[in-house]
């Protein structure tokens, strides 16, 4: 029986995907629910896998080309084909060879599915498939991999430098999809919103001191790490029920409060920068938003976020300090109204009661839309974060 593959539902207001790559080629056998291609929309990249085992028939949307939900993307021959492709090559070798045709050459066996991480790595060094030993399952290449291929690699002797064109040193490489959605959204939301930044800077001495004392303990209660994240997660829930228009957007002449945050980390990846959301982040506790983090973090990193777990965010925490920033301007994530920026943990000196010490400061900023949240209301929510964070115990108490 022979069973249409089709672009499956994309998720809330996407309809439309890039063909990326093909695992399988017409006449490889195939297994039930193994990987047959992948799909790149605007946000994520989504797999397309076997119904049943059988054989790859025709593919009618090649690699590159967009797809609309439900197109057709090939066929695949149900039942005992798929068993019957791996025995041909013994029962060929029994007939006599002139009483048959010349025997059609099998398939070349196809790559199995390497991380889009590991992909971008070997596209970034210049190496081919073959020349990196894959020890993901089924011999699937991890970024470690490639990694790994890189430093057992010989130094190259460097040759006498010839003189070569510009363009014979440049390369021209097509922009993803999601890198392309990117670019547009974050003009659109310099061009939509009255964006402005406030910054401030807070005293990390209680965060650090609180989680060095308890981060073992919690770590063996919890099964999970104890991070900054989940305290700037929590100052941000507490500062948003005092000042709601930061958690709020702009529907047409409309204001929409949310009375709720669902809080958006923003991830770089390989691919680019994407924002899982933490649904009702202000109803959880400690350890509850850091294994969340940890979790959606480790999907982000290996291009599993499904669309569902970037939608619906009404706030963004963006933290530049684990590359090393001191200080910088995030950009809105239409259609929230705010998004705050953390930053390098830094010793500079500081006057306490008279006297000059050194203090782990960070920088904190807050951008904003001015349509809907004023200067005092946006310095508020910043100060109400930094005061939370300076004295956690104000966390407790609901101050």
Not at 63 to 69: D, L, P, R
Not at 95 to 108: L, W
Not at 177 to 201: F, G, H, P, V, W
């Amino acid at each position: 029986m022979t069973i249409e593959i089709r672009v499956p539902t994309l998720g809330e207001s996407v309809t439309e995907a890039t063909v990326a790559t093909w695992f399988k080629a017409p006449g490889d056998a195939v297994a039930a629910d193994e990987m047959l291609c992948e799909l790149e929309t605007d946000k994520v990249t989504v797999e397309v896998r076997s119904p049943a085992a059988g054989t790859m028939g025709e593919i009618t949307a090649p690699e590159g080309e967009t797809v609309g939900v439900d197109a057709l993307l090939g066929t695949l021959t149900e039942g005992a084909g798929g068993a019957a492709a791996a025995p041909a090559p013994a029962a060929a070798e029994k007939a006599p060879a002139a009483a048959a045709p010349a025997p059609t050459a099998a398939p070349a066996a196809r790559d199995p599915e390497d991380a889009p991480s590991a992909k971008k790595a070997m596209a970034e060094a210049g190496l081919s498939r073959d020349a990196v030993q894959g020890t993901g399952r089924d011999g699937r290449v991890m970024k470690e991999d490639v990694q790994a291929a890189l430093a057992s690699a010989p130094a190259a002797v460097p040759a006498a430098a010839a003189p070569v064109s510009q363009a014979a040193r440049e390369e021209r490489v097509k922009m993803t999809r999601l890198r392309q959605t990117i670019a547009k959204r974050l003009k659109d939301s310099q061009n939509t919103a009255a964006m402005l930044t406030t910054y401030n800077e807070v005293d990390m001495t209680e965060v650090m001191a609180l989680r060095s004392q308890y981060k073992d303990e919690f770590e063996k209660k919890h099964g999970v790490r104890l991070g900054f994240m989940s305290f700037f997660t929590k100052a941000c829930c507490h500062a948003l029920k005092e000042v709601p228009e930061v958690n709020a957007e702009i529907d047409g002449t409309d204001i929409v409060y949310k009375n709720y945050v669902n809080m958006g980390v923003a991830a770089g990846t390989p691919t680019g920068l994407v924002v899982p959301v933490i649904n009702d982040a202000d109803s959880l506790s400690f350890a509850e938003i850091e294994k969340a983090i940890a979790e959606k973090g480790r999907k982000a990193r290996d291009g599993k976020l499904s669309m569902a777990e970037m939608q619906g965010g009404t706030f963004t925490i963006s933290n530049g300090g684990v590359y090393g920033s001191l200080m910088s301007s995030p950009i809105l994530n239409p259609p929230q109204s705010g998004i705050l920026g953390m930053h390098k943990i830094q010793q500079r000196p500081m006057v306490i009661n008279g006297e000059i010490v050194a203090r782990p400061m960070m920088y904190l900023a807050l951008s904003y839309d001015h349509r809907i949240v004023d200067g005092k209301g946006a310095v508020t929510f910043l100060v109400r974060v930094k005061e939370a964070l300076e004295d956690p115990r104000r966390l407790l108490m609901d101050l």
